[in-house]
């Protein structure tokens, strides 16, 4: 499982993603809720806030946003960080989602864990 969604890649239902120590986990749930969950405790870090939606994917799209769409492909969430062509999505080891423009950061949740 990797850490990272490049550009053009998606999470669907049940997809997830893992940090590279495997402590941080990013998944797109069944329920229409992207969640960050700390895999020591299962205990959810950060959320989307979309459960009981019809949300069915997130997209680290080509130009560098990040964006759940529901099955309608009406955008539900987005980082809006278009704009930014070749950006890539990591789950970090310290419990940050980031997105990286090459070279630096242009998005985070802000769940730093220590």
């Given at each position: 499982m990797?850490?990272?969604?490049?550009?053009?890649?998606?999470?669907?239902?049940?997809?997830?993603?893992?940090?590279?120590?495997?402590?941080?986990?990013?998944?797109?749930?069944?329920?229409?809720?992207?969640v960050?969950?700390?895999?020591?405790?299962?205990?959810?870090?950060?959320?989307?806030?979309?459960?009981?939606?019809d949300?069915?994917?997130?997209?680290?799209?080509?130009?560098?946003?990040f964006?759940?769409?529901h099955?309608?492909?009406?955008?539900?969430?987005?980082?809006?960080?278009?704009?930014?062509?070749g950006?890539?999505?990591?789950?970090?080891?310290?419990?940050?989602?980031?997105?990286?423009?090459?070279?630096?950061p242009?998005?985070?949740?802000?769940?730093?864990?220590?």
């Amino acid at each position: 499982m990797s850490d990272r969604l490049s550009p053009g890649q998606a999470l669907h239902h049940g997809d997830s993603i893992m940090s590279s120590d495997n402590r941080f986990r990013l998944t797109m749930q069944t329920d229409g809720n992207l969640v960050i969950y700390r895999t020591r405790d299962g205990h959810p870090i950060w959320a989307s806030n979309t459960a009981q939606s019809d949300v069915d994917r997130a997209v680290m799209q080509t130009d560098g946003n990040f964006v759940l769409y529901h099955v309608n492909n009406a955008p539900a969430w987005a980082s809006n960080t278009p704009g930014a062509p070749g950006s890539w999505l990591v789950m970090q080891t310290d419990g940050n989602l980031v997105i990286y423009r090459p070279n630096f950061p242009i998005w985070a949740s802000n769940t730093v864990q220590h």
